[in-house]
């Protein structure tokens, strides 16, 4: 069975502060990856995809960038927070070939101060 | 603007009742999902219905690709179906890699 684990839980930083936010697939080789962000009560939101190893896409602008390190493992991060990146952070996976049903890992709630 | 529009934005029923949720699709699209977001903001994939009917339980899920529109009807409501259940299409313009998500419905359910 896959898996998907995300890290940290919850983060409270400052504004100007890095930040690193992961994710690890395991039992699915190849996975699509995608990092989704929701401001609190706002919409779902794609922010990159990759579908391979050193292949990311960005989707939307947020002053965040993603890489793939790995084949199971996606990092979202920045080296300046703004206020503005404050939500809920979800990784999610799908399998690689046809088809884009998601499976959502717990989720990062960050809190920008 | 906005691809995906969902109704109704809240809902509040009795324990027992029945809910329907409807989502309509601005673009042509692929195929969409239903999601259930728990209180923690964690989301659970309910169906990935491209079209036709689909049950899992009291849940069923209709898509109907050339009008636009899914509709997920919950049966016998319970207070643990209470979260916010979201919809998402795969444009069909699109490079299959992108879903696009209503703002959800917020399903209370009272004892």
């Known amino acids: 069975a896959q898996t998907i684990h995300q890290w940290p839980v919850a983060e409270i930083k400052a504004v100007g502060s890095p930040l690193s936010l992961g994710c690890t697939i395991k039992?699915?080789?190849?996975?699509?990856l995608y990092w989704y962000w929701q401001a609190t009560g706002g919409t779902l939101q794609q922010l990159f995809y990759?579908?391979?190893?050193?292949?990311v896409e960005s989707v939307v602008q947020l002053n965040l960038s993603a890489s793939r390190p790995k084949d199971d493992q996606f990092i979202l991060s920045t080296e300046k927070l703004l206020l503005s990146h404050s939500g809920f952070y979800l990784c999610?996976?799908?399998?690689?070939?046809?088809?884009?049903?998601?499976?959502f890992g717990a989720g990062t709630r960050l809190s920008v101060l | 603007g906005q691809q995906v529009q969902q109704s109704p934005a809240s809902l509040v029923l009795q324990e027992g009742e029945n809910a329907e949720l409807q989502c309509n699709f601005s673009?042509?699209?692929?195929?969409m999902q239903w999601f259930y977001q728990r209180p923690g903001g964690s989301l659970v994939s309910l169906f990935y219905?491209?079209?036709g009917t689909k049950q899992s339980g009291r849940l069923t899920s209709t898509t109907v690709i050339k009008e636009r529109r899914s509709s997920l009807h919950i049966s016998s409501s319970q207070t643990t179906d209470s979260g916010t259940y979201l919809c998402?299409?795969?444009?069909?313009?699109?490079?299959?890699?992108?879903?696009?998500f209503g703002k959800g419905a917020k399903l209370t359910v009272s004892p």
């Open positions: 673009t042509s699209l692929n195929s």
């Open positions: 990759s579908i391979t190893v050193g292949q």
């Open positions: 999610a996976w799908s399998p690689g070939l046809g088809g884009l049903t998601l499976y």
């Open positions: 039992g699915k080789s190849s996975p699509n």
């Open positions: 219905n491209p079209s």
């Open positions: 998402a299409m795969d444009p069909q313009q699109g490079t299959g890699s992108k879903l696009s």
